[in-house]
């Protein structure tokens, strides 16, 4: 089955700064990959995703990068806010199987 | 609302005890899963229903655990004799197979065994 791993566990940045996170996944079957945010106590909440036929996706201060080569992906927030200090999921999926989620980061956005 | 809806929010029961949590997905959408979570981990994947069909069951799941989706809408996932092991959050989400994939998660359910 897949595996995803998840890099840096926590993470903590200046407002404004640039925020990455990294993760690895296994199969090379997985052609769809999620990334969601986690407010304590609430679901995690979908935020961007990548399909494995591109490269590059972004949706405001949101991207998220794709390496299939490599079996990599990385989201990246740009022009960190305090309301980004959450919890944040990376997920990886072959087509027609189950989402398999990283370990998470928190990320902490310093006033 | 049109989003995942799960019931209870909250649940304290006593060791032994059996419970019973409720997912209502997305209307249209025919994938249903159920995900456990622990305190600073990321969900564990526990079952999943396409329609009425249960597709696959975690190895983590034990005998104790039950699902089911008898008409292809809603969810309940049963845990009889209930541990202290057990208390988690659980997450449900759903998903459309037809379209894009993406899967939306429900608020979950905080379970505390005592």
């Known amino acids: 089955g897949e595996n995803v791993e998840q890099h840096p566990s926590t993470l903590s940045v200046q407002e404004g700064d640039s925020a990455v996170i990294k993760c690895t996944y296994s199969?090379?079957?997985?052609?769809?990959f999620p990334w969601y945010k986690q407010e304590l106590g609430k679901g995690p909440q979908l935020i961007i995703d990548?399909?494995?036929?591109?490269g590059e996706k972004k949706d405001q201060r949101i991207a998220v990068t794709l390496n299939k080569t490599a079996k990599h992906f990385s989201l990246h927030i740009t022009e960190t806010q305090p309301e980004d200090s959450a919890v944040y999921f990376c997920?990886?999926?072959?087509?027609?199987?189950?989402?398999?989620f990283g370990t998470g980061t928190r990320l902490t956005i310093i006033p | 609302d049109t989003g995942v809806s799960q019931d209870p929010r909250h649940k304290i029961t006593k060791r032994g005890q059996n419970v019973t949590f409720r997912c209502d997905p997305i209307?249209?959408?025919?994938?249903l899963y159920w995900y456990r979570q622990t305190l600073g981990q990321g969900p564990e994947f526990l079952t999943y229903?396409?329609?009425?069909?249960?597709?696959?069951k975690s190895r983590l799941l034990s005998d104790r655990f039950s699902a089911e989706r008898p008409k292809g809408s809603f969810s309940t996932l049963e845990i009889q004799r209930t541990e202290q092991g057990d208390s988690a959050m659980y997450l449900c989400?759903?998903?459309?197979?037809?379209?894009?994939?993406?899967?939306?998660f429900g608020q979950g359910t905080r379970l505390t065994v005592v």
């Open positions: 199969d090379s079957a997985s052609n769809y």
């Open positions: 209307s249209e959408h025919n994938r």
């Open positions: 229903f396409q329609n009425e069909a249960q597709l696959e």
């Open positions: 990548i399909r494995s036929n591109v």
């Open positions: 989400a759903s998903s459309w197979t037809g379209k894009n994939t993406e899967a939306f």
């Open positions: 997920a990886a999926i072959p087509k027609g199987e189950k989402l398999t």
